[in-house]
């Protein structure tokens, strides 16, 4: 069985939309080394339709010399998740058309490496609820952004988690890894 993998950069206060405006000053070699070891053992990323847009934009034009993990953004195998788009044109794309959470309970239970969800937090929320999420990442980062979108809004429910791991890093940043309670 594949786990599914998610993770996020969010904000003291829980914001995750547009992490690239507040978390520049919090990243490093140290977050980047996190990254890198959570995408371990990783064969696939699925991405909602506005992450991937973000990153279709910016991967395609990196080179490994310039950003080191380049290489690893461009030719891991990507699932798009979206009902608007009509194509996913990135090097090793496949467009999600239609339920989501149906094609990520189908994959899991079929064999293969780990799926690792980057960003994307409206269909992270759609697998939280369901129940489909075997580990959550988060980099918290020492800022409080005080508005935009939250992994956990209003209505979202009660959701019990258990913490697997806890680092804290030398920019204040700390990685909180959580399974299902």
């Known amino acids: 069985m594949r786990k ?5 950069f969010i904000s003291l206060d829980g914001v995750v939309e547009s992490p690239e405006k507040w978390q520049g000053p919090y990243f490093d070699g140290e977050i980047g080394a996190e990254l890198a070891r959570r995408r371990a053992g990783v064969g696939a990323m699925l991405l909602g339709r506005h992450t991937y847009e973000q990153f279709a934009a910016f991967w395609p034009h990196q080179t490994q010399s310039g950003n080191p993990m ?28 239609g339920d989501a959470v149906a094609e990520v309970a189908a994959l899991r239970r079929g064999d293969g490496p780990d799926i690792l969800t980057t960003g994307s937090p409206t269909l992270v929320r759609s697998l939280l609820r369901a129940g489909l999420v075997d ?35 030398a920019t ?5 890894t959580y399974t299902a309670a």
Do not use: H, Y
Request: hydrophobic letters at 45%.
């Open 135 to 169: 580990e959550l990442g988060l980099l918290v980062n020492p800022v409080v952004v005080g508005s935009g979108r939250r992994l956990f809004g209003q209505g979202f429910g009660e959701l019990p988690l258990k913490l697997l791991d806890c680092r804290t890093f």
């Open 172 to 176: 204040g940043v700390v990685a909180l």
């Open 70 to 97: 380049a290489d690893a953004m461009n030719k891991t195998p990507k699932l798009v998740a979206s009902t608007t788009l009509e194509a996913a044109e990135w090097e090793n794309s496949t467009l999600i058309k």
């Open 4 to 8: 599914m993998i998610c993770g996020l």
